[in-house]
């Protein structure tokens, strides 16, 4: 007889009577019903592999360890790339993201950085002939490279790095050099064991003159011994520039002195997915589990409810639930903007190359900083047992955080999108997704409510807070002050107007993509509850922007606070069943709170089980040194 499978009964009712098709919602994530086909093929080919299980969760290996099983299931996790059901590109694209290949590799992926950015580092700068030469050799491993631009001294201001690469027209070689111990670079994921070759970031020096930073191509370590090649610390290597920017010794001007930073712009628009995924995992995780976990008295009397019937975690896990839907459209967006920026650069077209930047650093910030904070209250919605490492909080919040840092820090990021915007304004011209500071803002001050209203105060706030700054720039250029010092002094107004940029844009998306998308009845009507939700919420958070730059009035506030707990209400009893929509398997969320069954005690109890101090009642430290304490008579 078929073991019967054990259900929650809490979580069994709430998946009664779902009033939308689930599979549609997965589909649209996943981007057709072909694509979860293929998803959920590949993950049973990978998740069904004895070998890439751990025998020990990683929290209780040592560094060394947990580096060593990490490459070895990396390793192993290469050789299966051939034989994927799902073809090579969209199995490495999910390796390497924050979803199938987090459940594998759950402290981080040795060879992530040869695939996020060696590889495109080659593919986006390299020429055709430097093309021909290294990435067959990456792609077939017979190379690991990673990216490696910062520096001890330097992270964020690449004018500033220090590394050196001196041309010598003698030889036609590059000489590479640290002239300092913060010239070393530092950080580069892989470049401490892994990797044998690197993209090299730095300044390049011919005939006397700075020509800026230029990737090079640097071998690392011998191909056989993997031992580091002579001289490795003060690199004199024989690196070659990648980029066609040398022509018989003379340096020839690229088209555009910011695309040797294109690398960094493509895992910026990866990064708003990535964290997109890791806000999936945790929102799935806490909503679960607010509706197993019964907690205190709502009505006197009655039993214990669900902790999701408290309007106060309704409001903490709601929010972040909408935001992993606004998150993907506004991430899919960029993505198309992205390949459509990339082709025409190919062709020698730059002129979509600012509004790329702009945006992707804006969304990058925005989704990041977004997601990080939702982590954190999602980890708090779950109490205790949300703060143990077997939730997988912890180590959701260090990816989501670490996202806030790399690949541009955010507050730099948010200073590059108002360099944008303040330039658009004055001089009224730009890209796509700035049309709106061109001319006046049209139509009536008055506020509505609609969701149309709404949209409109987020467009009335960007452009009315991008004024605001640029008034503050011209206050205190009339004081005298030099543009950089204007510019500093005005940093908080230039990131509020950023920030409220990058909202409109995520904004706009997801009204956008509800009037586009062929949805049904049932789940637009779901999704739109969403997103109106989502849309005051922000609102809410944000009302001091949308005072100072509209007619908002004080009533207005009060109706769309009510409006915003009226949405709370109707959307609590589809939240288990819009979370099972994302379809994260038990192995990516990797957490006993989230676990499809709700079994969460148990899986709780087993998790604490498998810690070694669990092994033996008596721990052998006890007679080393608290029995001779407790003898000591202190
Ligand atoms: C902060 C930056 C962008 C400043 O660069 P800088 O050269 O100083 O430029 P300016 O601020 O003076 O701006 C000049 C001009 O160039 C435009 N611009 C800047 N960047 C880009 C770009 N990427 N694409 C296109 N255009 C760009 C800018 O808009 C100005 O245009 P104007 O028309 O207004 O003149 C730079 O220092 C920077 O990017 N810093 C961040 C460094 C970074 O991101 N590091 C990441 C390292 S890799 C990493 O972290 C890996 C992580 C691991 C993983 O991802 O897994
Ligand atoms: C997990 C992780 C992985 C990484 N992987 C790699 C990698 O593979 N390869 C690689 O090359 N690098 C990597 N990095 C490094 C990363 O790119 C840098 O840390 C990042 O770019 C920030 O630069 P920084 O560390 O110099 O910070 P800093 O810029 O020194 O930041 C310190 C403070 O200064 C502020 N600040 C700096 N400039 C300005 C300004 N102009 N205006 C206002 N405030 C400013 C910042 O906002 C911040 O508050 C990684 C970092 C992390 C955390």
């Known amino acids: 007889m078929s073991k019967e499978i054990y259900e929650n009964p809490d979580l069994k009712k709430e998946r009664q009577n779902c009033p939308f098709n689930k599979e549609e919602i997965t589909h649209l994530l996943d981007g057709g019903k072909e694509k979860t086909i293929e998803r959920k093929q590949l993950e049973n080919y990978i998740l069904s592999d004895e070998q890439l299980k751990d025998a020990v969760p990683m929290e209780y290996l040592s560094h060394a360890d947990k580096y060593a099983e990490e490459l070895r299931k990396a390793c192993l996790l290469m050789h299966k790339l051939a034989d994927s059901p799902a073809g090579q590109v969209p199995t490495l694209r999910a390796l390497m993201g924050a979803g199938l290949g987090s459940a594998v590799l759950k402290e981080g992926n040795p060879l992530a950085l040869h695939y996020v950015m060696f590889i495109p580092a080659l593919m986006g700068q390299g020429t055709i002939d430097q093309q021909a030469k290294w990435l067959e050799k990456a792609y077939n491993l017979n190379m690991i490279g990673t990216y490696a631009q910062t520096e001890l001294g330097h992270g964020t201001f690449l004018r500033g790095l220090e590394t050196r690469a001196t041309y010598d027209p003698k030889t036609q070689e590059f000489i590479l050099e640290s002239p300092s111990l913060t010239a070393y670079k530092w950080w580069p994921g892989s470049l401490g064991k892994t990797a044998n070759y690197a993209v090299v970031m730095a300044q390049l020096y011919t005939k006397g003159k700075c020509e800026g930073t230029h990737p090079f191509m640097v071998q690392l370590r011998d191909e056989e011994t993997h031992e580091p090649l002579p001289g490795i610390v003060n690199m004199w290597l024989n690196p070659v520039c990648i980029s066609s920017y040398i022509h018989y010794g003379t340096y020839v001007k690229p088209t555009n002195s910011k695309l040797s930073y294109a690398t960094m712009v493509f895992v910026r628009v990866v990064v708003c997915q990535d964290v997109t995924t890791n806000l999936r995992k945790a929102v799935t995780i806490a909503t679960r589990y607010s509706c197993v976990r019964r907690q205190s008295e709502l009505k006197p009397g009655d039993r214990e409810p669900q902790v999701m019937d408290y309007q106060a975690q309704q409001n903490k896990l709601l929010p972040p639930l909408a935001a992993t839907f606004a998150f993907q459209l506004a991430a899919d967006h960029l993505w198309n903007l992205y390949h459509t920026a990339n082709n025409n650069i190919e062709q020698g077209d ?13 969304l990058k910030a925005l989704c990041s900083s977004e997601a990080a904070n939702f982590v954190e209250v999602c980890r708090q919605s779950c109490g205790g047992h949300g703060y143990m490492s077997c939730s997988n909080f912890p180590r959701i919040y260090g990816q989501v955080t670490a996202a806030e840092t790399y690949e541009g820090e955010n507050t730099v990021l948010w200073l590059q999108v108002a360099r944008y915007l303040v330039k658009t304004r004055k001089e ?6 700035v049309k709106y500071l061109i001319g006046e803002e049209k139509g009536p001050k008055t506020v509505d409510t609609t969701l149309e209203g709404i949209v409109k105060l987020y467009r009335r706030a960007a452009v009315g807070l991008v004024d605001v700054a640029i008034a503050e720039l011209d206050k ?7 543009p950089h010092d204007a510019w500093n002094h005005a940093a908080v107004y230039l990131i509020k107007a950023a920030q409220a940029h990058a909202r409109l844009f995520v904004v706009e998306s997801f009204v956008d993509s509800l009037k586009e998308g062929k949805l049904s009845a049932p789940v637009r009507t779901v999704l739109s509850q969403l997103c109106e939700l989502f849309i005051i919420y922000w609102l809410l958070e944000r009302s001091g922007d949308f005072f100072l730059c509209s007619n908002l009035t004080k009533q207005d506030l009060l109706l769309l606070n009510s409006k915003y707990v009226e949405l709370l209400a109707a959307i609590r009893p589809q939240a288990v069943n819009l979370v099972d929509s994302f379809d994260l398997r038990d192995e990516v ?33 006890f007679h080393k040194y608290l029995k001779p304490l407790l003898k000591s008579n202190l």
């Open 428 to 433: 009224q011209s730009g890209g796509l997704s």
């Open 350 to 362: 730059l002129e979509l190359l600012p509004d790329l930047h702009g945006l992707s650093c804006a």
């Open 476 to 482: 205190s250029g009339r004081k005298g002050e030099a």
């Open 589 to 621: 969320l990797n957490s006993p709170l989230g676990c499809w069954d709700g079994n969460v005690y148990q899986r709780l109890f087993d998790e604490a089980a498998k810690s070694p101090l669990n092994q033996s009642n008596v721990h052998e430290s």
